[in-house]
């Protein structure tokens, strides 16, 4: 660790980040880019020297916005095609058995063919750790947790290392990227007219593993998400660099807990799982599901994101949501790139660039928040209905005769850069207009069907008049 | 101060309540009653010692649900018949001006003509804590601030008036009733699976004087709450026992902010509330009005209201509402009934006490949450359609016919003891049925026409035959 210089008030252009994950490295390239003094405070070890870290480990998948923010920086390229592996589309396993029949593929994009890459967040992490070491501008303090945030003086208190040691630092900036439990936004909290809601939701998460095959491949096809989608519950299975799968089971933690036996485990694999349980191995399991505990799944809003015109807060610190849309970690580097072209905006007059954001980036932070909570609806139990597929297939269609005009909820979240409000917007207008043409559609066969009624009723009573005339004649 | 004897293990039968306001002192009664050692813990100084209290000053509405804890203690009587004005309904003041004709009395219950109190919150404050000192095996410890509650071991950090010591306090049980931003609370909320959502609305609060009269008496007419209904914000008014007005003026924090010269303040008033301007008495308006800031209002939603068998939240630390239905502290006494009640229940054994309240009185405490909310949209805009006070008027008539089967929204909010959840789940109810006796009624009316048109058609068509039919004949 440098060397830190003994000061109380912030020098001028300095930033503070805490927390050194994946949003707070890459944070601390942004702000170094520009050329302010940047300290980067983690509670944590530095990953690149311990052997295993305990904390989140659900796969991550990397889509355009993250690229785009990545991009700017330089390291798309070393770290999307070198290290990620390519998604199509969802595989579902449906209900019914192993059989091939048994699997339908969604592609993600069927018009552009666009991917999404399966990437470990644990490699994403060193990689972007390091590239904040090739700023001279940065530096790095790790085993430093937050303790307190005096906001008039911007002065944080930092506990160091196990020992009971405080040592207290300034900057003219602090960017708060400390996660879904942030430790900057307990701060925030405090302040008057501030907004907040934590969310669990009733289901929790557990991780297991599906191993390279034999000869060192993939058990399944590699190229998608494969789902195992079961109304209430759901398992997925995302593939790692090493041909292995993470594989990951979502369910209620009653649910959890009443699989209690190895014969319970063991019975509900055969019955829900049956392709998966070989591919994951009976020992295998058992031993995975028995030796960890499902961990929880938290949604988290909250505005504004900044106090004043000195600390802010970005990523899962802003705007933790549940992991089924795969937007966490591209909303949370979007945070970054929008921050930065705020800052070319405005000058970097933290003054103006800080309440602007808050503004722009709230409605669309929460609106993704909620189309992943939607989305766990959709991925568990909507992709077992006919209809919900046929959707899909007419949206893939509209969107290939007018790819302007008909852009798919899952395409625009993934593949564009438009705001999350305006890609939920956006699909509310098609259900909208769907709902508009099945309408008018009802209406003609109603006129239909009533002129035909008119005809026949007009036909009776016309009989009639002419059976009583035509005897008179 | 009592003594405080030196231990660490809670004894067994011991209850500690954070928070000596309204519901801390209540719900000390409650277990003093039971026969635990209560030890009550409040931040401030004794306010029965202090000139004024600053805090949170919007009068108090006392109704059945509060009557009802404070009648089990054998506390009612000294409260209401003695210290409170009964209210009979809303005096709505409509925009128009000032004379006679804009006035119009909606009473709370034209059926049996229950009322409501306006009560000081200061004086029932005084007397609940008097009330607890009245049993020996209650303690009070004022200048007491929560800092830290260790959940396994029960015990509690108190930081002892201003200089920094630090005592450390156990209890079988800790009652977190220390209100709106509750420390006991904010220390629940690591936990996990702790749901919560704060909120505060656009509009904040301040308060204004109406004086009593140059012979002494009220300047209005004092069986009412009055109220200024304006649409996108209001004024109300609540008598006090001297014969002075609490006036609360409700609006956006930005419509305060525009108001910030005398004379946009005078003109403000001359033009919304030109009746109560004089009442007010202008050099006091613009005293009172520049002198204190609007303050914020805030909702609070959490839940469970409880961590094992050891800690719990009442009142507002746990249901924190807007003031609009009066209902606030009523709740919160009603949360230490209910408490009781389920003592009673199961024995005085925690275990089972804590989850069956978190369980039951988590619905109907946010169904509570949600009507506040809703009864600042009816009580500043609704109010003024005549639509809706013709709604009132149905309401009311169908509640004199079938009273039991027809209790209108307020009348089961203030004066009965249902569920909140259920008085909410009737007024749906109530309007599903409103809606299909008007949908029948138009389906008739629709039948009706049909019919006609159906004769008026076969007319048309039958003249025709028979104008073919006679020439020939």
Redesign the interface.
């Given at each position: 660790m440098p060397a830190f210089p003994a000061r109380l008030a912030p020098q001028p252009r300095s930033v503070a980040i805490v927390g050194g994950g994946l949003v707070g490295s890459l944070s601390a390239c942004f702000f170094a880019k520009r050329g302010f003094q940047v300290d980067l405070y983690e509670y944590r070890e530095d990953i690149r020297r311990t052997e295993h870290v305990r904390g989140r480990t659900i796969n991550l998948t990397l889509s355009a916005r993250g690229q785009a923010a990545l991009r700017r920086l330089g390291l798309e390229r070393a770290l999307v095609a070198e290290h990620g592996v390519a998604l199509r589309g969802r595989m579902v396993h449906h209900a019914a058995g192993a059989g091939a029949g048994a699997l339908t593929a969604v592609p993600y994009d069927p018009v552009d063919n666009q991917c999404i890459y399966s990437i470990s967040r644990r490699y994403l992490n060193e990689v972007l750790l390091t590239a904040t070491e090739k700023y001279p501008n940065v530096r790095l303090h790790f085993r430093h947790k937050l303790v307190a945030i005096n906001f008039k003086e911007n002065q944080m208190t930092f506990q160091v290392g196990e020992e009971n040691s405080q040592v207290q630092r300034s900057a003219s900036l602090v960017v708060g990227a400390d996660g879904a439990f942030s430790a900057v936004r307990r701060q925030m909290?405090k302040a008057?007219?501030?907004?907040?809601?934590?969310?669990?939701i009733e289901h929790g998460y557990l991780e297991l593993c599906i191993p390279p095959t034999a000869d060192g491949k993939f058990a399944m096809a590699e190229q998608y998400l494969h789902v195992w989608p079961r109304g209430s519950f759901m398992m997925i299975a995302l593939p790692n660099q090493d041909c292995s799968w993470t594989v990951t089971l979502f369910m209620s933690f009653k649910q959890f807990e009443a699989l209690d036996t190895t014969k319970a485990l063991l019975d509900f694999f055969g019955q829900h799982f049956p392709d998966a349980l070989p591919l994951i191995g009976t020992e295998r399991l058992i031993k995975d599901y028995f030796s960890t505990k499902p961990s929880?799944l938290i949604s988290i809003k909250c505005n504004p994101y900044h106090v004043g015109s000195s600390v802010i807060i970005v990523g899962d610190a802003a705007h933790a949501m549940v992991p089924f849309y795969g937007q966490g970690m591209n909303a949370g580097f979007e945070d970054c790139l929008i921050l930065d072209n705020l800052m070319q905006q405005y000058n970097e007059d933290f003054s103006k660039v800080l309440p602007k954001y808050s503004e722009i980036r709230n409605k669309d932070a929460e609106a993704i928040c909620d189309l992943a909570m939607y989305n766990y609806y959709e991925m568990r139990d909507l992709m077992n209905h006919k209809s919900f597929l046929l959707r899909k297939k007419l949206d893939n269609a509209l969107y290939q005769i007018i790819p302007k005009l008909w852009i798919p909820l899952y395409i625009s979240v993934t593949f564009t850069s438009e705001g999350y409000s305006w890609c939920l917007k956006n699909k509310y207008w098609q259900d909208k207009a769907i709902r508009a043409v099945l309408g008018v559609f009802g209406m003609i066969m109603l006129l239909v069907v009533v002129l035909f009624i008119f005809f026949f009723i007009?036909a009776i009573?016309?009989t009639p008049?002419k059976l009583?005339?035509v005897p008179?004649?």
């Open positions: 909290m008057p007219l501030f907004q907040y809601s934590q969310r669990y929880p007009h009573i016309e008049c009583f005339i008179e004649l």
